[in-house]
């Protein structure tokens, strides 16, 4: 695919290995980002209102519709076979589309813990950080527990970009390894971010 060419599919092959990568298009973007979104709001919604096998039905249908729009608006897995080797002489679109990923993710931690950072949350069982400590103590110890994740979060997410973007070239790797560097980084911290609160709550 040329520069200038509009990509047509939104789930491009991966260069490496068999499957998809990382969206070509805004709409691809979207679907990934609303996908994980959609599962934290409704299913703890489910659970709490129909019950927990209502909640587990209820992320199998997300995720087979997920899937069934990558099939459906994903780059054929079959052929082009110039078009895939070309890409995969090009090691340096692949470490983009990871740093991009990884800076969606990262953005979205933070904005998602400035609301718990700042005790704007009251308690409830769609958003936040719930855990049987969390939701049975009272509402001072949900909003110091949600505080603590929000602190925690926005570290997280703020040292996941300063990763992505500033520390990463200066490692001697190649490009496929930072890409993959990226990625790890941005789990680590996500992990990480979560110890805080469970230790508090």
């Known amino acids: 695919m040329k520069p200038n060419d509009e990509p047509k599919w939104w789930f491009p092959k991966k260069e490496f290995g068999w499957g998809w990568g990382l969206p070509s298009k805004w709409q691809g973007?979207?679907?990934?980002?609303?996908?994980?979104?959609?599962?934290?709001?409704?299913?703890?919604?489910?659970?709490?209102?129909?019950?927990?096998?209502?909640?587990?039905?209820?992320?199998?249908?997300?995720?087979?519709?997920?899937?069934?729009?990558?099939v459906v608006k994903g780059e054929p897995l079959r052929g082009d076979t110039e078009g895939r080797q070309e890409r995969r002489r090009n090691p340096a679109t692949l470490l983009r589309r990871y740093r991009i990923a990884a800076s969606c993710v990262s953005a979205l931690l933070?904005?998602?813990?400035?609301?718990?950072?700042?005790?704007?949350?009251?308690?409830?069982?769609?958003?936040?950080?719930?855990?049987?400590?969390?939701?049975?103590?009272?509402?001072?110890?949900?909003?110091?527990?949600?505080?603590?994740?929000?602190?925690?979060?926005?570290?997280a997410g703020i040292a996941g970009l300063s990763f992505t973007w500033l520390v990463v070239d200066r490692l001697k790797l190649s490009d496929i390894a930072k890409g993959r560097a990226v990625l790890i980084a941005t789990v680590v911290l996500i992990v990480a971010a979560m110890i805080p609160p469970i230790l508090v709550s």
Do not use: C, D, Q
């Not at 519709?65 to 990558?70: E, K, N, P």
């Open 29 to 70: 973007w979207a679907a990934l980002l609303a996908f994980p979104v959609l599962l934290l709001v409704f299913g703890p919604l489910a659970s709490a209102v129909i019950g927990n096998l209502a909640s587990i039905l209820l992320s199998i249908g997300l995720t087979v519709a997920f899937l069934a729009l990558v």
């Open 110 to 155: 933070i904005l998602l813990s400035i609301p718990l950072a700042l005790k704007w949350v009251p308690k409830n069982l769609v958003y936040g950080f719930r855990t049987p400590g969390s939701l049975a103590g009272s509402s001072s110890h949900w909003f110091y527990v949600n505080e603590v994740a929000g602190v925690a979060g926005m570290a």
